[in-house]
């Protein structure tokens, strides 16, 4: 069964900005041990690409990290263009993705409901 190209191009973008972070960052005001790269979704024509992040904090640092992430997207764009041999260089659109706050908060009100009674296993006679 083939792969999908754009799903394959989408992993590597997802990686080699994930691993870009740590170096982009590296000095800032802002730690890349905060940001999470979630997912990145290229167009067809692999001219522009969104890269979904998460960011560990409330909703003013989200919003001041992603800030700071977008002032650096060109050197995004040159690391992807070194590292991932692609015929275009896709232009990097960067948006906060929330699916991570999201579980946290339905596995936070799975853990408050009660628990159902563990029933015997149908080989077995209740007493």
């Not at 790269?37 to 001041?64: H, M, Y």
């Not at 650096?72 to 590292?83: G, S």
Request: contains cysteine; aromatic residues 4%.
């Amino acid at each position: 069964m083939p792969v999908n190209r754009l799903e394959r191009v989408n992993s590597l973008l997802k990686r080699v900005i994930g691993d870009a972070m740590f170096r982009v960052l590296l000095g800032d005001e802002v730690s890349a041990g905060l940001v999470t790269v979630t997912g990145v979704s290229c167009g067809k024509d692999l001219r522009n690409a969104t890269v979904r992040i998460s960011v560990f904090g409330e909703e003013p640092e989200q919003r001041r990290v992603l800030g700071h992430i977008i002032r650096h997207a060109h050197e995004f764009e040159r690391i992807v263009n070194r590292e991932a041999r692609l015929k275009f260089t896709p232009q990097l659109r960067f948006v906060l993705d929330h699916s991570l706050e999201k579980g946290d908060h339905v596995l936070a009100i799975l853990d408050t409901l009660p628990q159902a009674p563990q029933s015997a296993p149908a080989g077995e006679a209740q007493q």
